[in-house]
């Protein structure tokens, strides 16, 4: 692979090539000036020598690596920095990781290319980016994101890599300028260069400063995967010994002087402004209250102490102006959805001629299927701190992407980019919530609360959100009405898919069946509605991935074939879905009919960034007819698993949580606003209804995958296709009502 | 004036009684370990241990924490060695963001103090958290491990 010197040094963005080059090595073009000026800075300022952006290494042979992406429990952190140690050739106990501060030289463009490479058009989840204006220059700037599952496969793998490839050649190109050696004649191990003819050695610490000042090679050699050390093997993770004793700092333990609290209530319908708050006066001689304010989206209070401050937000009367959202209702917004699908369709994806296959098709199989709107409820509830220090407004908060949060901070504060600080923290849980980019609305508008209030107030804010608050003022995962229609052969497989949906997808190949169908037509209707959208945890494929693997499992149903041999008969046999789907189907010793104990199994596929999990579920009714899940069998081919341990835990949260959404999740609406307040109505699985979860990672040297959503989509469908054979098909989420 | 003992030191604050205790654990005396998630006892973020008992801080008032013996996580973790729950909890890489595990943790605590070899159903039974990231398989194993050490 050649690797221009500027690509490398500057970022890695431009490795590659198609749409990226007009976004990402854009991107890294105009970053230049400012990546350079920030690599000075770093050199003069801290203990040792840069290597290059990212890569540090101190005169102990400590190897500092500044690590774009936020923490939110992914353990991405850890997988950069097992990627770098290994093609620098360090030992992992030389390794410390950072967190890059929120600037544009950190930029990370690249995060966009693994959808870039994977779809050629359009870029997949990377659209609902390109729709939201992304592409404008000054947004991507602030692309210092953490989301798509994007870390380990744009920056580690493509970026980062080979930054530390690189840096090896250089090292060693140091050291055979100062033995007058040929570079061949060099080893590294553990962070140290060695000439074996004369046992010279030489730590990386000692030869950084010669080798930064020479030109980085076009070309590197990587290591053969079957020299790793530290790639595949089961790392600690770095963030858990502090997670353990608690001293990771979240935004919500923000502590600077003379802190004041805010809380903030909401006004009652999406788009509703505040007409007047009618106590005021009364509120303001409550115990510890110093404001009152109305800002955008909500009411509120800052007071001492944050109980008094939501205590006394809560008190507050208010009227809010009359506004057409009071009329919506989840009713109202599925017989709009149900209108749109029946009229005029725009098609996403088509193959074959589905009319034609239509007019001829024996046995036809139809089935409409619903998920409703769900919020991100992050066990952390969303909160900013804002305050004034040495002439500079500060904020502390967790959050996805950094930048664009210090960006919007200081666009609402009116204040320049380098008038503001960003303190970016621990995040108690993401999900797609602390991003800054949402499908139709601005998730940031809780930072924008802060800022507001730190401005209007004068003080120093710690802006907390109630769980109320936060459930009722989310960027929603879209509701989605879809209806399905297909016609088997005699032989019962499927002769065409016709399948139409509410909304346009971030991503085209959420809707489209992962399966060989000879006539195939996946079409949408519709606009966004008024309950406000965005990213959660897998965007589309939680919606698709259970439409598409229902009515797969409703087509063998029809059929009368077993679901998994009639989704194998489909696919490929060397597709990856077909090898995740027989590997847990050994795992979890298959079976199509339910046992004695009335324990049925469901299976589904589904394939989503860049990574193919199958899943079984395992699942009885009690004799109230109340679902419980007994286990999960989940077989991942996420490519090469730079971190197994890590892959495991993350799918087995996402099935988790993916479980919670099908069982419990759902968020109703009336009157314009979210009915459901707190975890008593938007119910999560707790232990004793957590089925026993067994992850395999399967052995792989495909391309890296994403795996911090990829768990979620099957669970849904598994879980209702197990339903299936004990009686009635679930074809609306959630299962509980 | 309510009069706290919290991790074997006293505190004297001046707050109203109802305040719920977690908040003046972590705004008052500064032990931000103890996290909030729902504030109706709902999630168990907020668990700390009064006399000995897990009790949900955000739905306890600090009038009726007067004079007990308040442990929070920050007892845990004060000392040089990490407690042999915590251990555990390192071992079995339990948190994942990581927020609701000083509750998990001590509701975890409170099992094993009254219970050295919980059953899988006692576990069921006691630890009823909510973890958003699914920490569920971990947080299981980890106090299998610590049973029996504690
Ligand atoms: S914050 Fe107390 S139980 Fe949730
Ligand atoms: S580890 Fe994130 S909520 Fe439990």
Redesign the interface.
């Known amino acids: 692979m050649g690797i221009t010197r500027r690509g490398l040094l500057l970022s890695g963005a431009a490795v590659g090539g198609g749409l990226l080059l007009g976004v990402a090595g854009l991107g890294a073009h105009l970053a230049t000036h400012n990546r350079l000026e920030h690599q000075r800075k770093s050199q003069s300022g801290s203990k040792g020598q840069s290597l290059s952006l990212w890569i540090r290494i101190t005169p102990d042979n400590e190897v500092v690596l500044l690590v774009p992406h936020t923490e939110?429990?992914?353990?991405s952190q850890t997988g950069l920095g097992q990627i770098v140690a290994e093609e620098l050739d360090v030992d992992w106990e030389q390794m410390r990781i950072e967190l890059a501060p929120a600037e544009v030289a950190f930029a990370n463009g690249a995060a966009l290319e693994p959808f870039i490479r994977e779809q050629v058009s359009p870029p997949g989840w990377a659209e609902g980016m390109f729709q939201n204006g992304i592409h404008r220059i000054a947004d991507l700037m602030s692309l210092q994101m953490t989301g798509g599952s994007t870390a380990i496969r744009g920056t580690g793998w493509l970026s980062m890599r080979a930054a530390a490839a690189a840096g090896r050649a250089m090292l060693m190109q140091a050291a055979a300028n100062e033995w007058s050696v040929d570079v061949q004649s060099l080893s590294t191990a553990g962070g140290i260069v060695e000439h074996q003819d004369s046992g010279r050695k030489k730590s990386y610490g000692d030869l950084v400063a010669a080798a930064s000042k020479l030109d980085a090679p076009t070309e590197v050699d990587f290591k053969d995967i079957t020299q790793y050390r530290i790639i595949g093997q089961a790392i600690?993770?770095i963030?858990?010994?502090s997670?353990?004793?608690?001293?990771?700092i979240?935004g919500?333990?923000a502590?600077v002087p003379d802190m004041k609290?805010a809380a903030v209530a909401p006004i009652g319908a999406f788009g509703v402004e505040i007409d007047s708050i009618d106590n005021d006066d009364e509120i303001l001689k409550r115990?510890g209250v110093s404001g009152v304010y109305s800002i955008d989206k909500g009411v509120a209070v800052v007071a001492d102490?944050?109980?008094r401050a939501?205590q006394a937000v809560r008190a507050l009367k208010y009227s809010a102006k009359a506004h057409d959202n009071k009329a919506v209702s989840s009713e109202s917004l599925e017989a709009d959805q149900r209108a749109a699908l029946a009229g005029e369709l725009s098609t996403l994806f088509e193959k074959g001629d589905v009319g034609l296959a239509m007019a001829d098709a024996g046995n036809q199989v139809n089935a409409e299927y619903f998920v409703p709107y769900l919020a991100h409820?992050?066990?952390?509830?969303m909160n900013a701190t804002v305050w004034q220090q040495d002439g500079k407004m500060h904020v502390q908060c967790g959050v996805q992407n950094p930048l664009m949060a210090r960006k919007k901070a200081a666009k609402v504060a009116s204040l320049d980019l380098d008038d503001v600080v960003l303190h970016p923290c621990?995040?108690?849980?993401?999900?797609g919530r602390r991003v800054g980019v949402g499908i139709t609305n601005d998730p940031l508008d809780w930072l924008q609360q802060a800022v507001q209030l730190h401005q209007e107030s004068g003080e120093a804010v710690k802006m907390?959100w109630?769980?109320e608050m936060d459930m009722r003022t989310d960027v929603y995962r879209p509701m989605v009405l879809a209806q399905f229609r297909a016609g088997l052969e005699n032989d019962g497989m499927p002769r065409f898919w016709d399948s139409r949906h509410y909304l346009a997808t971030q991503d085209v190949a959420a809707p489209a069946p992962p399966y060989r169908i000879e006539h195939v037509k996946v079409r949408h209707a519709g606009e966004p509605q008024v309950v406000p959208t965005g990213f959660w945890r897998s965007v589309d494929f939680s919606q698709h991935g259970f439409f598409v693997e229902s009515f797969i499992d409703e087509l063998a149903h029809a059929a009368s074939e077993d679901p998994l041999t009639y989704r194998l008969k489909l696919l490929g046999v060397n597709s990856s879905e077909a090898r995740a789907l027989r590997a847990v189907a050994e795992m979890a010793a298959w079976r199509s009919e339910a046992d004695a104990q009335g324990r049925a199994m469901g299976v589904s596929v589904v394939h989503s960034f860049g990574t193919t999990v199958a899943q079984v579920a395992e699942v009885s009714r009690d004799a109230s007819g109340m679902p419980k899940v007994h286990r999960v069998w989940a077989a991942v081919d996420c490519g090469l698993a730079i971190n197994p341990?890590s892959i495991q835990?993350?799918v087995?949260?996402?099935?988790?949580?993916g479980l919670s959404a099908a069982l419990y999740g759902k968020c109703d609406i009336q009157g314009g606003a979210v009915v459901q307040s707190?975890?008593?109505d938007y119910r999560?699985?707790?232990?004793?209804d957590?089925p026993?979860?067994e992850v395999k990672v399967l052995a792989s040297d495909g391309e890296i995958g994403g795996i911090g959503e990829v768990g979620v989509p099957p669970i849904a469908p598994a879980v209702c296709n197990a339903l299936a054979l004990l009686g009635e098909r679930q074809r609306r989420l959630p299962i509980v009502v | 004036m309510v009069l706290l003992s919290v991790n074997g030191e006293s505190h004297q604050i001046d707050?109203?009684p109802e305040?719920?205790l977690l908040?003046a654990l972590?705004?008052?005396l500064?032990l931000?370990?103890t996290?909030?998630?729902?504030?109706?006892a709902?999630?168990g973020?907020c668990t700390v241990h009064v006399d000995g008992q897990a009790v949900r801080s955000c739905s306890f008032p600090v009038a009726a924490a007067q004079g007990k013996d308040i442990r929070t996580?920050?007892s845990?973790?004060a000392a040089d060695t990490?407690h042999q729950l915590?251990e555990a909890?390192?071992k079995h890489?339990?948190?994942?963001?990581?927020?609701?595990?000083?509750g998990m943790?001590m509701a975890a605590l409170a099992l094993l103090q009254q219970n050295q070899n919980p059953s899988d159903e006692d576990?069921?039974?006691a630890?009823?958290?909510?973890?958003?990231?699914?920490?569920?398989?971990?947080?299981?194993a980890a106090i299998k491990d610590a049973a029996g050490s504690i």
């Open positions: 939110m429990g992914q353990g600690p993770r963030d858990v010994e997670k353990v004793k608690t001293q990771a979240y919500i333990d502590d609290y115990r102490n944050p109980w939501e409820a992050t066990m952390e509830p621990t995040m108690g849980g993401g999900f907390t109630s769980r341990q835990a993350q087995a949260g996402g099935i988790h949580f707190n975890y008593h999560m699985v707790k232990l004793a957590a026993r979860v | 707050v109203e305040m719920p908040w972590r705004e008052e500064g931000r370990g996290k909030f998630g729902c504030g109706i709902q999630c973020a996580i920050e845990l973790s990490p915590q909890w390192i890489q339990v948190p994942q963001c990581g927020y609701c595990q000083s943790q576990i069921d039974i630890m009823t958290n909510i973890c958003r990231c699914g920490s569920y398989d971990a947080v299981r």
